[in-house]
């Protein structure tokens, strides 16, 4: 069972930056697992992020991110850097695997795609 491990929150100025890390637990590969960063925000639904393939040759954003978030990924870890920050980002960040052997098809953010989770972090946006 994929245990994931997310961390790099924190708290930070509007216009400021923050680099989110998801690695796993026992430091296997997540090489055959789709990953996405999902958040939280109080009183609201978990909403998707960002999202990258297995190996990195798809990504995907939602809206109210692209231009400011990059997700990237080595053998080990997936990142989530996230730039030009606003207080309606603030939430708590959650990465979730879905294992998808050699890369097949195209990962979504969709929540119901991914089957593990990592324990969540927080990133506040404020002055």
């Known amino acids: 069972q994929l245990q994931l491990v997310d961390s790099g929150g924190g708290l930070v100025q509007p216009g400021g930056s923050l680099r989110l890390s998801c690695a796993a637990a026992s430091g296997e590969s997540l090489d055959d697992y789709a990953i996405a960063w999902f958040r939280q925000a109080p009183g609201k639904e978990r909403e998707g992020v960002s999202c990258?393939?297995?190996?990195?040759?798809t990504t995907n954003y939602r809206d109210s991110v692209k231009d400011r978030f990059i997700i990237s990924r080595d053998s080990a870890k997936v990142y989530l850097q996230m730039n030009s920050l606003k207080p309606e980002d603030t939430a708590v960040y959650y990465c979730g695997a879905d294992f998808r052997p050699e890369g097949v098809g195209v990962p979504t953010l969709s929540i119901y795609e991914y089957d593990y989770w990592g324990q969540g972090t927080q990133v506040t946006v404020a002055s």
């Open positions: 990258i393939s297995g190996r990195g040759g």
